[in-house]
């Protein structure tokens, strides 16, 4: 026969000790849970500066990396230029940021520092040791540190988990306050660029302008006058200023690349003698087997005559490129510059070209 028995006031005391333990345990947990999911951005912690520029570093990226991670704070922006002010922080520095804050002033300091300084901005996080957490290897870079994003000259789009945004979707308020427009606009982004949503796409920031991945909008620049007319485009990204000129005259039109790539290397490429040629979209135009490139200061120069009535290949292609061949596409040298940011431009050199050196017959149509 089974026995029931009523627990006694000591039992009693010990299973209430026991629940009140579990519920303090849960109580912790429930804390320090957003804390755990916040830690990749160091939330609550003011902006800490980690500058890397060790041999091995500069060697293979040529310039100093710097990570600012945790909260943007008042201070921020003082310590950053401190850290430019000694030399520290060098002109050109890759920025990662990992950061999050409400003070929208001090990220939009960040910004015209990284903007002045010619800087180029990522999202990334300091070194981790291979065994760290997916998490820990995150970078997320909202609110103030979007300004501060926007500020690069160069700025890649996030990779793999990091993410780029703010905390909540954007109201018209928000995104239309005179401080935020008058910098935006100082930085040369629109600022209906931003949408309304929290978190930016790489496509849209892509598409937008918001990011540029290394590489400026290809510019154009033509003297129409008589009896040469002159187009000169431009190409600046993370390697240097590229350089292409077209030149009509009676009975041809000639051609020239400039790739800026330094004196040593200019000379190095034009004495390996490989084949070079113009690119026009994806097909080679005007290849030279051996040679046809040389080095002249700080440049590597390409120059071809082409007869007047192929100017209209150059002019509606979607990008035109100068290269030196190595033994694959994979160590060739050289550039290519996109052309749609330019195509007004390009039409009304392609015209006026027309009227100083007709062709026999009227020139296709430039689209």
């Not at 510059?337 to 015209?351: E, T």
Request: glycine fraction near 10%; hydrophobic fraction near 40%.
């Amino acid at each position: 026969m089974q026995v029931h028995r009523n627990p006694g006031p000591i039992s009693i005391v010990r299973h209430a000790a026991r629940c009140a333990a579990l519920l303090c345990v849960l109580l912790l947990l429930s804390v320090a849970m957003p804390a755990f999911g916040s830690a990749s951005t160091g939330r609550g912690k003011p902006l800490k500066i980690d500058v890397v520029r060790d041999r091995l570093t500069l060697s293979l990226t040529h310039y100093p990396q710097v990570y600012l991670h945790g909260e943007i704070d008042a201070g921020a922006p003082q310590r950053f230029a401190a850290l430019v002010a000694s030399g520290r922080i060098e002109r050109g520095s890759d920025v990662y940021l990992n950061a999050r804050g409400a003070d929208r002033a001090a990220g939009m300091a960040l910004g015209r520092m990284f903007r002045a300084g010619g800087m180029a901005t990522h999202l990334g996080t300091p070194r981790q040791p291979k065994w760290a957490s997916v998490e820990a290897k995150t970078a997320i870079c909202m609110d103030a540190c979007l300004y501060a994003y926007l500020g690069g000259l160069y700025r890649w789009v996030p990779s793999g988990r990091d993410r780029i945004g703010f905390s909540s979707p954007q109201t018209q308020a928000t995104r239309h306050s005179p401080d935020a427009v008058t910098y935006l606009k100082a930085m040369g982004i629109k600022d209906e660029m931003l949408g309304s949503e929290a978190w930016l796409t790489a496509e849209k920031m892509t598409a937008s302008g918001l990011a540029n991945n290394g590489r400026l909008p290809t510019t154009a620049t033509y003297d129409l006058s008589r009896p040469a007319p002159r187009l000169d485009l431009r190409l600046a990204d993370r390697k240097g200023t590229h350089r292409l000129t077209v030149q009509c005259q009676p009975g041809k039109t000639t051609v020239t690349a400039y790739d800026e790539v330094g004196i040593a290397r200019a000379r190095q490429i034009a004495l390996r003698g490989g084949s070079s040629y113009f690119q026009l979209g994806d097909e080679k135009r005007l290849s030279q087997p051996r040679g046809g490139a040389q080095a002249m200061g700080n440049a590597l120069v390409i120059r071809r005559d082409l007869p007047p009535a192929d100017l209209v290949d150059l002019i509606s292609a979607w990008s035109v490129g100068a290269w030196v061949g190595g033994r694959s596409d994979a160590f060739r040298d050289g550039f290519t510059m996109p052309l749609q940011p330019v195509r007004a431009q390009l039409k009304v050199f392609y015209y006026t070209c027309w009227r100083v050196a007709p062709w026999p017959a009227r020139p296709k149509k430039a689209h």
